[in-house]
Nanobody, 121 residues
Framework: QVQLVESGGALVQAGGSLSLTCAAS????????MGWYRQAPGKQRELVAK???????AYSDSVKGRFTISRDNAKNTVSLQMSSLKREDTAVYYC???????????????WGQGTQVTVSS
């Protein structure tokens, strides 16, 4: 199993910056992609950004140019640096990791518990 611990969620003013971090632990053999999703009240969970093991990044159009995702393969962590935050960025942000664990032969998706980001005007 994989445990994901997220940190960094907070209340921030519009135009401000915030950084989220997620640390993965457990019986991990290999991690492929790591990413961040978010879910605003009344809306479906959506992809914010993801990054592969080789460092290839993908972003939703709504955050492109404002958010930057990075990962530390040695520490099994993924971070999301958010800048120029807007009220519409308000949501619960979830860490996602696709990993193979001990005893498994395929990648599984694991999710963090979520961290609240609130952007005030």
């Amino acid at each position: 199993q994989v445990q994901l611990v997220e940190s960094g969620g907070a209340l921030v003013q519009a135009g401000g910056s915030l950084s989220l971090t997620c640390a993965a632990s457990g019986s991990i053999w290999s991690i492929s992609s790591m990413g961040w999703y978010r879910q605003a009240p009344g809306k479906q969970r959506e992809l914010v950004a993801k990054i592969t093991g080789s460092g290839t990044q993908a972003y939703s159009d709504s955050v492109k140019g404002r958010f930057t995702i990075s990962r530390d393969n040695a520490k099994n962590t993924v971070s999301l640096q958010m800048s120029s935050l807007k009220r519409e960025d308000t949501a619960v942000y979830y860490c996602n990791v696709r990993a193979i664990t001990s005893g498994r032969i395929a990648f599984d998706d694991y999710w963090g518990q979520g961290t609240q980001v609130t952007v005030s005007s």
